[in-house]
């Protein structure tokens, strides 16, 4: 099986490294490219199509929320926020998860080898689920709630048209499995 490929978006140029770094060292996980900003990144994921996005909370000129919705209206993928402050429980982590990442993950404060190596199996994990379709919008390192799920084989397919994304996140909300 080919490794996922995964796009770092993040407009300091040391977090980029760091993560960059981090997945590259995570089994059957590439990283394909980078960008510093939300144009810069539009550019990339039409150009490289990774399996899955990284972004930053905050970034200058278009913010990481509000590149997040855009890419969510026009064409998803999984996305995982990756932020001092999408800490499990905060009011910008629920939003990042409203409006359709897949997770939430904190960076790294400190960089022992031990914290590093935890922090690559972690994230490696997260990124390969996330591309096979095993996270859904809803789960927060650290938050113990079940970001998981498991496909029953039925496929569900919703096409938004003029009506948006936010006529799709109310059906979706009512639908019941």
């Known amino acids: ?5 995964v796009l770092v978006v993040d407009d300091s140029a040391a977090m980029r490294a760091l993560f960059c770094d981090i ?6 996980v590439t990283v394909c490219g980078v960008a510093k900003n939300a144009d810069d990144a539009r550019e990339q994921l039409e150009k490289l199509r990774p ?3 990284t972004l930053d909370v905050e ?3 278009k913010s ?3 590149f997040l919705e855009e890419i969510m209206a026009s064409a998803p993928l999984p996305v995982i926020m990756l932020s001092s402050i999408t800490q499990a429980g905060t009011g910008t982590a629920r939003r990042a998860l409203e409006l359709g990442a897949v997770h939430c993950f904190p ?5 022992s080898r031990e914290e ?5 199996r972690q994230l490696g994990d997260i990124v390969i689920r996330a591309a096979n379709g095993e996270l859904q919008p809803g789960g927060c390192d650290g938050d113990g709630g079940g970001s998981t799920y498991r496909s029953d084989g039925r496929i569900v397919a919703l096409a938004c048209g003029a009506a948006g994304i936010e006529t799709a996140r109310q059906v979706l909300a009512a639908y019941d499995t």
Not at 1 to 5: I, S
Not at 23 to 28: C, E, R
């Open 64 to 66: 990481g929320m509000e």
């Open 59 to 61: 970034m200058p000129g």
């Open 107 to 111: 960076k790294p404060l400190h960089t």
């Open 23 to 28: 997945l590259d060292n995570a089994k059957g």
């Open 51 to 53: 399996d899955v996005l």
């Open 1 to 5: 099986m080919a490794d996922v490929r």
């Open 116 to 120: 590093f190596d935890a922090t690559v």
